[in-house]
């Protein structure tokens, strides 16, 4: 795989009917190019992940946007009381 040029394949669209009767396409990546994508997270991510910020929660794992607005909520609750 390093030693050769990789070629990626064309992405297969699939037409689903939603339910206002709108076509929308769905792109299914190649699965030889969904576990590169894969492997090569899992190798960044273990690197990066320590460099960022505690209070980053944006697309990162075991957090979510739930969370970032919860700590938003307790410290403008904090802000409100004391201030």
Not at 60 to 82: D, N
């Given at each position: 795989m390093f030693n050769s040029k990789m070629i990626h394949k064309y992405v297969r669209f699939q037409e689903n009917e939603e339910r206002d009767?709108?076509?929308l396409q769905?792109?299914?990546a190649c699965v030889l190019d969904r576990f590169i994508q894969q492997a090569m997270l899992q190798v960044l991510e273990s690197i990066l992940e320590p460099t960022f910020s505690e209070f980053?929660?944006?697309?990162?794992p075991q957090r979510s946007a739930h969370q970032a607005v919860a700590l938003a909520?307790?410290?403008?609750?904090?802000v409100s009381v004391g201030g």
């Amino acid at each position: 795989m390093f030693n050769s040029k990789m070629i990626h394949k064309y992405v297969r669209f699939q037409e689903n009917e939603e339910r206002d009767q709108q076509q929308l396409q769905l792109g299914i990546a190649c699965v030889l190019d969904r576990f590169i994508q894969q492997a090569m997270l899992q190798v960044l991510e273990s690197i990066l992940e320590p460099t960022f910020s505690e209070f980053s929660y944006g697309f990162r794992p075991q957090r979510s946007a739930h969370q970032a607005v919860a700590l938003a909520q307790t410290y403008i609750a904090e802000v409100s009381v004391g201030g």
